[in-house]
């Protein structure tokens, strides 16, 4: 379940975040073409996720031998919809983007944020909404309140997720106010932020709330989810700009919503009664 601060953030501001749309989830694919996707007319569906980005997004399975989570689940429900077998393959976070660009998949899914950025590139089709929070030792002495607490700072973020931007503008931030810059580490995914925030290499890791919670009920004598969670953003189903999947892809995303299966694949990661569920599916909705 997202945190309560979350929660508020996003009860107070849906008339606003309608209007405009939501902030960044990272910068990964800032650059370059976008081949049409080969398999818009074919019946195989090939996704790419990272599957280090952890529950209750994206994860191996504890035989190693398959993928479980929100964004497999709900592609291979998308799959299900649209009559395609539905093939998925590990991809670091930060090559996502590229793996589409090249053609090598035709959607991903990995907790990616929509962005203005990466909609020069890829078209999202957004599913969830959810924002940036932090995450700290259980023991830990220093309790940010907020990501202004961080001048000085020793934080941690995944490589090309817009945590990483976050940080570096709030070290600029910092500096402008003649404050100390942020120490910022840039690590190859969510658990190895988790595991920096562990061994005390870092104080704060930075990225997604749903996983942060997560992570805290599994093991809450080590980690605990803390502070305001800042970006809100929608996440979405990444395509080739100008796919002809992009309006099957929300069509049938848009179908699970309707006859509730979205809901029940939520509800199987805990997320059932999140204040991120959608009830209408958007395309290229971030900013």
Known sequence: MLPTSLKRILATSISVMCAVSFTACGTAGSSGSTKSSASDTSNVLRVGTDPT??????????????????DVDLLRAVGKKLGKKVTVTSISFDALIPAIQSGRVDATAASMFDT????????FIDYYRTASG??????????????????????GAMRGAAEEAAAEEQSK????????ALEIKQ???????????????????????????????????????????????????AVAKDSKLTPQIKNALQELIDDG?????????????????ISTV???NGI
């Not at 203005?116 to 078209?123: E, L, S």
């Not at 931030?173 to 100390?180: E, H, P, R, S, V």
């Open 282 to 284: 958007t395309v290229n």
């Open 134 to 155: 932090m995450i700290i030792a259980a023991n830990a002495s220093f309790v940010p309140d907020s990501i202004d607490d961080l001048c000085g700072h020793k934080v």
């Open 173 to 180: 931030k910092c500096t402008d106010a003649g404050k100390k």
């Open 261 to 277: 299966t979205y809901s029940k694949i939520l509800a199987k990661y805990n997320l059932g009664n999140s204040q991120g569920k």
């Open 53 to 70: 980005v952890g529950l209750p997004y994206s994860s191996k399975t504890a035989d190693q031998q398959d993928f479980r989570g929100i």
């Open 187 to 237: 690590l190859p995914s969510w658990k190895d932020v988790s595991l920096a925030v562990k061994s005390g290499q870092i104080e704060v890791g930075l990225g997604d709330p749903g996983v942060w919670e997560y992570m805290q009920g599994q093991q809450p004598d080590v980690f605990k989810s803390v502070g305001k969670v800042f970006s809100p953003a929608y996440i979405g189903i």
């Open 116 to 123: 203005k950025k990466r909609q020069k590139v890829v078209d």
